[in-house]
């Protein structure tokens, strides 16, 4: 089955900088990339997805890039805010609708 | 609008108990899933229904069953407990269309003693 690697498991970095995870994942047939984001006790929610047939995605100051000759995909997160600090996760969907994670990146913004 | 709703938000459990967590949602989604996280870990995938009368294994499914009981409705079960399984676990729904988002519920904190 599909296996996601997601790298680093923390990230610490200056407000005003930017943060970049990335993420590898295994099967071929993967199609569709979402990143969610966590908030301290809170769900899980989408903040930006990406599909196969597209390489980079921008919305203000998130992106997400996708190398399917690769297998992997990042996220970047640029001009960091306070309220950019919580545990983000990117996912991959193989067949038969299913969502795989991978491990998750803590990201602490300091001030 | 509820979204996904699952109950109980806490619970704890003795070794060997048996419980079941309740998710629902009201969006008319066909695709429903079970997730454990564990401290420092990510999500794992326990068991996923595509779509209603079906239910597949994900990752983690030992120790766990699931029912569909119907469109709306995506239980999952523990027969026996095990402090293995004290996690925070997440019920998510997805509209079963390719390249959806995830929707998900405000977990279910388990302790398992």
């Known amino acids: 089955g599909e296996n996601v690697e997601q790298h680093p498991s923390t990230l610490s970095v200056q407000e005003g900088d930017s943060a970049v995870i990335k993420c590898t994942y295994s099967?071929?047939?993967?199609?569709?990339f979402p990143w969610y984001k966590q908030e301290l006790g809170k769900r899980p929610q989408l903040i930006i997805d990406?599909?196969?047939?597209?390489g980079e995605k921008k919305d203000q100051r998130i992106a997400v890039t996708l190398n399917k000759t690769a297998k992997h995909f990042s996220l970047h997160i640029t001009e960091t805010q306070p309220e950019d600090s919580a545990v983000y996760f990117c996912?991959?969907?193989?067949?038969?609708?299913?969502?795989?994670f991978g491990g998750g990146t803590r990201v602490l913004v300091k001030p | 609008n509820a979204g996904v709703t699952q109950t109980p938000k806490f619970q704890v459990l003795k070794t060997g108990q048996s419980m079941t967590l309740q998710c629902a949602q009201d969006?008319?989604?066909?695709?429903m899933y079970w997730y454990r996280q564990d401290p420092g870990m990510g999500l794992r995938l326990i068991y996923y229904?595509?779509?209603?009368?079906?239910?597949d294994k994900g990752e983690v499914p030992n120790g766990y069953n699931v029912s569909r009981l119907n469109k709306r409705e995506f239980s999952l079960r523990l027969e026996s407990a095990a402090p293995s399984q004290t996690s925070v676990y997440f019920c998510?729904?997805?509209?079963?269309?390719?390249?959806?988002?995830?929707?998900f519920g405000q977990g279910t904190r388990l302790t398992v003693v």
């Open positions: 996912a991959a969907e193989a067949a038969g609708n299913k969502l795989t």
């Open positions: 099967d071929s047939a993967s199609n569709y």
């Open positions: 229904s595509a779509s209603e009368g079906t239910t």
């Open positions: 998510a729904s997805r509209s079963g269309q390719l390249n959806t988002e995830a929707f």
């Open positions: 990406i599909r196969s047939n597209v």
């Open positions: 969006m008319n989604h066909n695709s």
